[in-house]
T-cell receptor, first 115, second 117 residues
Framework: AQKVTQAQTEISVVEKEDVTLDCVYETRDTTYYLFWYKQPPSGELVFLIR??????QNEISGRYSWNFQKSTSSFNFTITASQVVDSAVYFC????????????FGAGTQVVVTP | DTGVSQDPRHKITKRGQNVTFRCDPI?????LYWYRQTLGQGPEFLTYFQNEAQLEKSRLLSDRFSAERPKGSFSTLEIQRTEQGDSAMYLC???????????????FGPGTRLTVL
C-alpha cells in the first residue's frame, strides 16, 4: 500500500524565518513520483514540483528547495526567508506508475507566516 | 492558456437532492481526475478518465455518484440523494500523458464546495 505522512499539522513562523516541511512516504514500487502542492486560502491546489524516484538531486527554485532522500523515504521542502504570501497548506503527494491516475496525498501542513 | 475551471464554485443543497458539478480541463489534456477533500485532510482520489473512458473508480465512489466525460472534453460529477456526509470540496484536475504508466503532472481547478444541509 502507498502512504504519505506529513507529521506536522501546523507550523507558525515570523516573516523571514526559514521553514522546513517534512514528508515521509511508503511504497513498494521502485518507480514512483513525488509532488508538492500549495493550497492557499482560495482553495486551488497549485503545483510546485515533481520528482521521480531515480533522481535524488536536490532542487532549488527561488526561495524554495527540496531534499529527496530515498534511504529515509523522505522528500522535505524548505521555504527560505518566508513571506506572508507563503501562508497556505502544503501537500506532499505520491504517484506510483501502476496506479493509473491516482495521487496519494498526505494530510497537509498548514504554514502560518506572520509579519 | 486557461487553467482548469469548475462550476459552480459553491453549492448548498438539502439532503436528498441531486447535484451536478462540471469540470473543464486544460484544452489539450487527455486525462481528467476527480478528488474529494474534507476539512483538514488531503484530497482523496475518486475517479479518472483517459479521454472519454473512465478507467478507475475509488471505493469512495458509491452508487450515488456518477461521473461522465462524454466527448473526452469536459466532465460532470453527479451526486444523487445527497447526504450530509457528502459535504466536501470536490476538486477536478487534468493532465497530458501518453501511455497508461506514464506519469504526468496534474493541474487542479479551484474546486466546488458542496454543503448539504
Amino acid at each position: 500500500a502507498q502512504k504519505v505522512t506529513q507529521a506536522q499539522t501546523e507550523i507558525s513562523v515570523v516573516e523571514k524565518e526559514d521553514v522546513t516541511l517534512d514528508c515521509v512516504y511508503e511504497t513498494r514500487d521502485t518507480t514512483y513520483y513525488l509532488f508538492w502542492y500549495k493550497q492557499p486560502p482560495s482553495g486551488e491546489l497549485v503545483f510546485l514540483i515533481r520528482r521521480n524516484s531515480f533522481d535524488e538531486q536536490n532542487e532549488i527554485s527561488g526561495r524554495y528547495s527540496w531534499n529527496f532522500q530515498k534511504s529515509t523515504s523522505s522528500f522535505n521542502f524548505t521555504i527560505t526567508a518566508s513571506q506572508v504570501v507563503d501562508s497556505a497548506v502544503y501537500f506532499c503527494a505520491l504517484f506510483v506508475t501502476d496506479s493509473w491516475g491516482k495521487l496519494q496525498f498526505g494530510a497537509g501542513t498548514q504554514v502560518v507566516v506572520t509579519p | 492558456d486557461t487553467g482548469v475551471s469548475q462550476d459552480p464554485r459553491h453549492k448548498i443543497t438539502k439532503r436528498g437532492q441531486n447535484v451536478t458539478f462540471r469540470c473543464d480541463p486544460i484544452s489539450e489534456h487527455n486525462r481528467l481526475y476527480w478528488y474529494r477533500q474534507t476539512l483538514g485532510q488531503g484530497p482523496e482520489f475518486l475517479t479518472y478518465f483517459q479521454n472519454e473512458a473512465q478507467l478507475e473508480k475509488s471505493r469512495l465512489l458509491s452508487d450515488r455518484f456518477s461521473a461522465e466525460r462524454p466527448k473526452g472534453s469536459f466532465s460532470t460529477l453527479e451526486i444523487q440523494r445527497t447526504e450530509q456526509g457528502d459535504s466536501a470540496m470536490y476538486l477536478c484536475a487534468s493532465s497530458l500523458a501518453g501511455g497508461p504508466s506514464e506519469t504526468d503532472t496534474q493541474y487542479f481547478g479551484p474546486g466546488t464546495r458542496l454543503t448539504v444541509l
